[in-house]
């Protein structure tokens, strides 16, 4: 008679510790990186091929469809854009600027703004686009 020798069995645990660390920076990242790149308006940006995702640098004007402005969110005259985004400006000691203009807006309304913007003292103007994806 053929004796055959039985090994033991040994269960295989999975170890789910370092699964869930990986998983929770993925979403933190994610996270982070998703909120930093949003717009501060809802805005239909013009497209452009050599647009860079970035986040939005320094102080942002937001020229909308209606030719109305907002600085962070804050409506605002055109008449008086240069005296806050001089104290904007001085007051966070940078030189940025990023302005989000509708494609609909007047360019009339788009050159009056950077106008200013250059008046008030921003010597780095962004101008936000949305990346053209071509399609072949």
Do not use: C, Y
């Amino acid at each position: 008679m053929i004796r055959l020798h039985q090994t033991a069995r040994h269960r295989a645990i999975l170890e789910i510790t370092p699964l869930i660390d990986v998983v929770f920076l993925l979403l933190i990242f994610f996270l982070l990186t998703s909120t930093s790149i949003q717009r501060s308006m809802d805005v239909d940006l013009p497209q452009a091929r050599s647009s860079e995702i970035s986040p939005p640098k320094g102080i942002v004007v937001t020229l909308q469809a209606d030719n109305s402005l907002r600085i962070d969110r804050e409506p605002i005259e055109l008449d008086g854009l240069v005296g806050v985004l001089r104290a904007r400006l001085g007051a966070a000691e940078q030189t940025a600027l990023t302005i989000e203009a509708d494609r609909r807006a007047s360019f009339e309304r788009f050159a009056q703004v950077l106008d200013r913007a250059r008046l008030a003292g921003a010597r780095q103007i962004n101008l936000a686009t949305d990346l053209m994806i071509e399609k072949f």
